[in-house]
């Protein structure tokens, strides 16, 4: 656990390709895809919070706060990120925000440790996961002193792409090592998006099982 770090789960998103509605609360395994998160995410950060929008009563059994977007109209995963870090700033002693995506349930348990690693000596710039040739903007450190910069680039600009912030603000790929499971080769950052996803996710759940 890193005490400096707070994590944000974003799960804010409307889910058009599964068919709308909560994917994750969709089942995996013997829980629903968020547990798997939260899971993995809660033991690397000093405190977790949940970013979603509407009735907090459906995540209830989590335990965790939930934080509906403070700027309106389903402004994407900037907006999940932008409320983490103005949350986070409330929270004692924390200096980063990781965010993670809620539909992406097996990404590594040193992920925090890893990414707060390559900052050092750049106290100010955004540390991403990669993996497989490809980055996951979703899946990054978040220094808190960004959130006036992101907030302007978000609501001012009314720009929501994650990456063209990263960009604007410097940051620092981190490649992770792919999963070798039931003979193939499986990306940690692997995200559920359509029920054939949701399909292969339970596969390789039940493959990762001892």
Known sequence: MDR???????AGGQSRRMGGGDKPLLSLGNERLIDHVAQRLKPQVAVLGLNANGDPARFAAMDLPVLEDTVPGH?????GILTGLEWAT?????????????????????LVERLA?????RPG??????SDG?????FALWPLGLRDA????????????VSSFMERQGYIEVEFPTIDADNQTIDPFFN???PDDLAAAERLLQSLRP
Do not use: K, Y
């Open 4 to 10: 400096n770090v707070a994590g944000i789960i974003l």
């Open 125 to 130: 710039a955004i540390a991403v996961a990669s």
């Open 75 to 79: 402004a994407g995963p900037l907006a």
């Open 117 to 121: 690693a390559a900052t050092r000596g």
């Open 192 to 194: 559920v998006n359509t």
């Open 90 to 110: 409330r929270q004692t002693s924390c200096r980063w925000l990781m965010s993670a995506a809620g539909d992406t349930p097996f990404f590594p348990d040193d």
């Open 150 to 161: 992101l907030r302007h680039f978000l609501v001012d600009e009314d720009n929501r792409r």
């Open 134 to 138: 490809r980055w996951h903007p979703t």
